[in-house]
């Protein structure tokens, strides 16, 4: 996908920098809250969604992470689950969903299917969700196992620990802009992407 | 509002004598006794039954296209047959490109505990085009549309042939077709350009989302927003 430059990051992460002692304990605050209730989007689509359903009940326990929350609306969730395989018919769903959810979101891609189309490498299945929306954490499995998923999730938190709230390319969603220098043609992508995986002729392209 | 509902007892006309129904065992791969409704279609059709074979102990009846809604709607209101459920309805297209199209439809008794499999034979050059058996069996509605957007057999008749699996304007062909490439015919990046230009919410028409009866309970300003046509989530 071309993309608009991003702006110049001004925040190092070394302790020594100018920022103060306030905001780096008021980001601290935020993202151990943030990280500690992520409400989830229960995207599920196919068998992954079974596992979801597990990690969510009594053995797993979901609850642990503050997760316990399923929001089926998008517009009360932080992070997307997509679990299981997408078809090229739910790709505009998908999408849409994603742009209902407000800011700050996430999202994990759990499974083979989601992550890359797994073994559907064929005319009606989409070839992994980050070619419609961003992803934060990719799961591997078919399915994951539940530990895999928490252990998916608890990699979020740590990604969401460390956000700075002063950090300007945080949240920042881009679109390709084709007068970027940095911009490809989706035709480029598959051109220079093939073939690509285990599969000849399979290409990906974000667009 | 449709009829009011009456049920049929499996094998209920078929007599108090008659065997209870059990699984068939060591069934042979062809050959065996045919289901009755083949000799009583020869004899009220004639020409239009093309053959009769019984496979893995079902039956399977070719028969002539320009006949198949006239067939069926007599396998539906004879008396003495009443296939009153209409399963399935697809196709099969053999690697070999000289061996004919065939449409298949899977008729059930209910009242009688028999299953016919009704064929139509497609031969290569002929037009994809059978009759809709829609107004006898309103089952076959989506069962054909799945078969049109599968295999681009077109049903003549039916109210409403669209794709049904595919969304409406894919343009790539049909897919279960052999000449259909398994990964389709666009890239990967066209593919999901067109899958994501496609408005998910306008496709589905009142009618669709069988609102339809429940219409009068509506609050006022939505009835009158619907009826200056107005679609659901535009």
């Known amino acids: ?207 | 509002m449709s009829a009011p509902f009456t049920p049929v007892l499996a094998g209920s006309a078929l007599g108090a004598d008659a065997p209870a129904p059990a699984t068939p065992r060591h069934v042979p791969l062809t050959g065996g006794e045919p289901n009755p409704s083949a000799a009583a279609l020869v004899r009220q059709f004639g020409d239009a039954v093309r053959g009769v074979r019984v496979v893995r102990g079902e039956t399977n009846v070719v028969v002539a296209n320009d006949r198949l809604l006239e067939i069926v709607r007599w396998l539906h209101t004879e008396p003495s047959q009443r296939y009153d459920y209409l399963s399935d309805v697809t196709a099969v297209e053999f690697r070999d490109p000289e061996q004919p199209i065939e449409v298949v439809w899977h008729l059930r008794s209910v009242a009688f505990r028999r299953f016919l499999r009704l064929k139509v034979e497609l031969a290569p050059g002929t037009p994809l085009e059978v009759p809709s058996v829609c107004e006898v069996f309103r089952s076959a509605d989506w069962l054909e549309r799945e078969c049109f957007d599968m295999f681009g057999i077109r049903f003549a008749g039916h109210p409403d042939l669209r794709r049904i699996l595919m969304w409406e304007d894919y343009r790539e062909g049909h897919p279960l077709r052999k000449d259909f490439p398994l990964r389709g015919r666009f890239s990967r990046s066209e593919q999901l350009r067109q899958a994501l230009a496609a408005n998910p919410e306008a496709r589905y028409s009142m009618e669709e989302l069988s609102v339809v009866d429940a219409f009068e309970d509506l609050p006022e300003e939505m009835r009158r927003r619907l009826k200056a046509g107005e679609k659901a989530g535009e």
């Open chain 1, 1 to 207: 996908m071309g993309l608009t430059p991003r702006p110049e990051s001004t925040v190092s992460y070394s302790p020594s920098s100018q920022e103060g002692w306030v905001a780096t304990k008021l980001d601290f605050l935020v993202n151990w809250a943030r990280a500690n209730s992520l409400w989830p989007m229960p995207f599920g689509t196919a068998c992954c969604a079974i596992e979801f359903m597990a990690s969510a009940a009594s053995d797993f326990d979901l609850a642990r992470f503050g997760m316990e929350r399923m929001s089926f609306s998008p517009r009360q969730a932080d992070v997307l689950i997509c679990a299981g395989r997408v078809p090229f018919k739910l790709a505009p769903i998908l999408r849409r969903i994603w742009q209902q959810m407000p800011q700050p979101k996430w999202a994990i891609s759990m499974g083979a299917c989601a992550s890359s189309g797994g073994m559907f490498d064929n005319y009606a299945v989409v070839q992994g969700i980050d070619t419609i929306i961003p992803v934060d954490v990719y799961v591997p499995g078919c399915p994951p196992r539940p530990e895999g998923l928490l252990y998916g999730i608890m990699l979020l938190q740590e990604k969401v620990t460390k956000e700075r709230a002063a950090d300007p390319t945080l949240r920042v969603e881009m679109d390709p802009d084709p007068k970027s220098q940095l911009y490809i043609p989706p035709s480029v992508i598959d051109e220079l992407s093939e073939p690509f995986g285990n599969s000849v002729h399979q290409t990906r392209s974000g667009l």
